[in-house]
């Protein structure tokens, strides 16, 4: 029987001619990637409870500080210490302030059939580049961590055939916003969403990073694209060969599948306390903003950033308003600054800050207060997510953040 991309990619990493879903194989991992947010827990598993603590391959380890950069208090910077010592001692690869960890292991390190664990569930982006990626635990990371293996039970696969292409104004944001208002949260649960079809092949890599980001939102193991010319360029930028490209069978088994018209989307938002709470974004227009937020490893992008740029250049943030502007990593902050973006948003009365999760969660920076509003390009919009448990955070895509803070409530760039 045929198989999908992300059966091939377990099959060549379980060593075995052909896999199904249900099987559960032992796999050997091409990398592992751990944050801030747990990396010291790992640490002290690794040193407190093994018997015999090594690691298998370092250079297959990623350590990156994003979550709390610059270290906020002493306890933070006290488990970073932790992390950033383990690293060295250990000759692990090691990144500090240089941007969200997705984002640095894309510009960095990703290749097309690669099977990487990250310890957060984020890591589903890095099928963008054809890459199977998901998220683990700490203790699952420490044991691939110790063994350079771990195993995966396989998923289904569910196909998401995308035809045309997005009007101008529309986003690869409100397309992942549409599809998970639509399958719902749990709707694609342990599966992979694979993206495919003529309008998939439209969409730049950024795009693929902001679709398969999310794939997590809707409850996914990961999600992916075929490594196409689009991605084999970027891996050329980049200075990178493919381990191995994989296509889909024609008679590959998928339990299910959807099709999007990309031509037919429009600008959504995610009202609060769910991701899948998604509504025209006509419909949340008006309500009154604190802070908007462009930003994270879902669009913090260069792409993200013109678009923003484009919308405020000549006007003003609302008043009492903070606009967060967040760059993914410096490589894109550096991009920014020689396209003028920079001055652009500083200009505009933007707060500029260096490449970091900022808002997208409630502890680093921009945390909102007691009963405010807060529109975001961040991934996740659950109670208390940027913040006071009472305040409420909107998802939507750069366009609407940025008319956002110009207008001082939810707004579209049709309105200001
Ligand atoms: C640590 C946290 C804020 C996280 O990065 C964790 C995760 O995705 O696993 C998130 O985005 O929810
Ligand atoms: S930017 Fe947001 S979603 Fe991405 S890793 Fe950071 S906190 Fe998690």
């Known amino acids: 029987m045929g198989m999908t991309i992300a059966e091939k ?71 970073q210490k932790k992390m950033r010592d383990f690293a060295k001692a ?3 690869d090691f990144w ?38 998901t998220g683990v635990g700490c203790t699952d990371f420490l044991y691939g961590m110790v063994t350079g293996t771990s195993w995966v039970l396989v998923p289904e696969s569910v196909k998401f055939n995308l035809t045309g292409k997005l009007p101008k104004g529309v986003t690869a944001r409100d397309l992942i916003l549409t599809i998970i208002g639509e399958v719902g949260a749990n709707g694609c649960n342990y599966q992979v969403m694979e993206f495919t079809g003529e309008g998939a092949k439209t969409l730049s890599i950024s795009d693929r990073m902001t679709l398969c980001n999310m794939a997590v939102e809707a409850g996914a193991k990961t999600g992916i694209f075929e490594a196409d010319e689009k991605a084999m360029d970027y891996l050329k930028e980049h200075g990178r060969e493919p381990k191995a490209v994989f296509h889909s069978d024609p008679d590959a088994k998928y339990v299910r599948e959807y099709t999007f ?37 879902n669009n913090g992008r260069i792409e993200d950033l013109r678009v923003g740029a484009e919308i405020i250049k000549g006007k003003k943030v609302a008043d009492k308003v903070r606009f967060l502007v967040v760059p993914a990593s410096q490589t894109i902050y550096r991009q920014a600054l020689k396209e003028g973006l920079i001055d652009i948003f500083m200009e505009a009365g933007a707060i500029v800050m260096n490449p970091n999760c900022s808002v997208c969660w409630g502890s680093c920076q921009g945390v909102i207060g007691e009963n405010e509003v807060l529109i975001s390009t961040g991934t996740r919009n659950f109670k208390g997510r940027a ?10 895509s750069a366009a609407t953040v940025t008319a956002s803070a110009i207008a001082g409530k939810i707004a579209l760039p049709s309105e200001i």
């Open 90 to 92: 250990n000759n692990i």
């Open 387 to 396: 913040g006071h448990p009472s305040s409420k955070v909107y998802l939507g």
């Open 261 to 297: 018209d990309l031509s037919k989307v429009r600008p959504v938002v995610a009202r609060p306390d769910f991701v899948d709470n998604v509504v025209p974004a006509e419909e949340a227009c008006g309500i009154e903003i604190n802070e908007a937020f462009l930003g994270s490893c």
């Open 96 to 133: 500090e302030g240089k941007g969200v960890c997705h984002q640095v292991m894309i510009e960095n390190y990703v290749r097309p059939g690669e099977l990487i664990f990250g310890a957060d569930s984020h890591t589903c982006s890095y099928g963008a580049l054809g890459a199977f990626g």
């Open 9 to 79: 990619i377990i099959a060549a990493a379980a060593g075995v001619e052909s896999v199904k879903p249900g099987d559960i194989h032992t796999v050997q991992l091409d990398r592992l990637m751990s944050n801030d947010g747990t990396t010291h827990l790992t640490v002290d598993m690794y040193n407190n409870k093994l018997k015999n603590p090594h690691i298998a391959d370092t250079k297959k380890l990623v350590f990156i500080v994003d979550h709390n950069v610059p270290s906020d208090c002493p306890k933070t910077a006290a488990s």
